[in-house]
């Protein structure tokens, strides 16, 4: 993988310099909230989630039942890096090798200082992160800080990685004639954490915000009328909840713009494991969902029931009592702007 994804419209855009490989797509990685060691005592009171392609954030309010202060480990995991092959293009939002997400939370309005904790392993599951800090080499697979140490490594240290499974040869010609370059094939795991005391019978806020992984395609494939029926299509309409009202204002769009193929939207894509928080005594007594689609001529769609539409952009959803299972899976279709 020889381009760095910090700002994946790059990539979904096909822009990288010399390559003739780039594809138009750019996958989401999907992330969650906090994970909390289970204890019986501590009650969520709320959660408020702020869903968009530009930022998540979430608010908890806590409350311990018990008489005695708890202290749990709360984790904050990101999602895992894995590159898999040169023609691979993922949606990480910064370049920042540790902070991926640019990860920032508070506690009853103080911030929080976090302790990290990255780990490599190669197809096999054995840890390789020690193996590689000896090398020299980042551990973050999809900077191109990381291909450029790689390459710099004496011949037999490229056979151990090959040998290992950690690495692959990337050959290619970007105009200067065919090269071959030493390229990452390992996962990385990033878990940050810290210890949280909730005081006997007191009610603590926790809050955090980062800025998500988001999926795009240069153009939806969504009311294309060769693909309609196409599985990965039906897929797509399924793991969105797509309405036909939805299908139908994407085929008015193909027809008016004349377009052949599909209608002139552009696709991001959020993942939201909404069931990495169930880990405290009971349900969530009042859960609170609000997804903001960016641009009022954007189109938005996800599952949900009772979502009511509360803004120009913003939709909300609302639950007592509530556990949640499973992911929040956003589709957001971006009106793609005619040259004046």
Same mark, same amino acid.
């Given at each position: ?8 419209? #790059? ?38 989630? !702020? ?11 806590? !409350? ?6 708890? #202290? ?6 990101? *999602?895992?890096?894995?590159?898999? %092959? ?5 949606? +990480? ?28 392993? %190669? ?20 900077? &191109? ?8 490594? *004496?011949?037999?240290? $490229? ?26 094939? $390992? ?6 954490? $810290? &210890? &949280? ?6 009610? #603590? ?19 294309? *009328? ?18 036909? @009202? ?27 494991? /909404?069931?990495?928080?169930?880990? $405290? ?9 609000? +997804? @903001?689609?960016? @641009? ?7 599952? %949900? #029931? ?14 007592? @009592? ?5 992911? /929040? ?12």
């Amino acid at each position: 993988m020889r381009t760095t994804p910090a700002l994946a419209l #790059t990539l979904a855009l096909g822009l990288a310099a010399g390559d003739a490989r780039a594809n138009d797509s750019t996958a989401e990685l999907a992330t969650g909230g906090l994970v909390f060691v289970k204890n019986d005592a501590v009650q969520m009171l709320s959660e408020d989630l !702020f869903v968009s392609a530009a930022e998540i954030k979430v608010r908890y309010r806590f !409350f311990n039942r018990s008489a005695q202060d708890v #202290t749990v480990h709360v984790a904050f995991p990101m *999602p895992d890096i894995k590159v898999d %092959g040169p023609d691979q293009n993922i949606a +990480v939002p910064t370049e920042d090798p540790v902070n991926l997400l640019g990860f920032s939370t508070t506690v009853n309005g103080a911030p929080v200082t976090t302790a990290v904790e990255q780990r490599v392993t %190669g197809a096999d599951g054995v840890d390789r992160t020690a193996l590689l800090q000896s090398l020299g080499v980042p551990l973050a697979p999809h900077l &191109q800080a990381t291909g450029a140490a790689l390459d710099r490594l *004496p011949k037999d240290k $490229w056979d151990e990685l090959l040998k290992l499974d950690l690495a692959f040869v990337d050959e290619y010609d970007a105009g200067k004639g065919m090269e071959r370059h030493l390229a990452p094939r $390992w996962s990385l795991k990033t878990t940050f954490y $810290w &210890q &949280q005391t909730f005081p006997a019978r007191g009610e #603590t806020v926790i809050e955090h915000r980062y800025t998500p992984s988001v999926g795009l395609s240069v153009q939806t494939s969504l009311g294309a *009328p060769s693909l309609a029926r196409e599985p990965e299509i039906l897929e797509h309409i399924k793991k969105y909840c797509v309405e036909n @009202d939805l299908l139908a204002t994407l085929e008015r769009a193909r027809k008016t713009a004349k377009a052949e193929f599909g209608p002139p939207y552009s696709e991001q894509r959020i993942d939201y494991v /909404l069931s990495t928080g169930a880990n $405290w005594s009971g349900p969530i007594r009042d859960f609170r969902l609000v +997804v @903001d689609k960016g @641009d009022p001529d954007s189109l938005i769609s996800f599952c %949900g #029931t009772g979502v009511t539409k509360i803004g120009p952009t913003t939709f909300e959803m609302l639950k007592t @009592d509530y556990t949640p299972q499973g992911d /929040l899976h956003v589709l957001i279709l971006k009106k793609i702007k005619s040259e004046p």
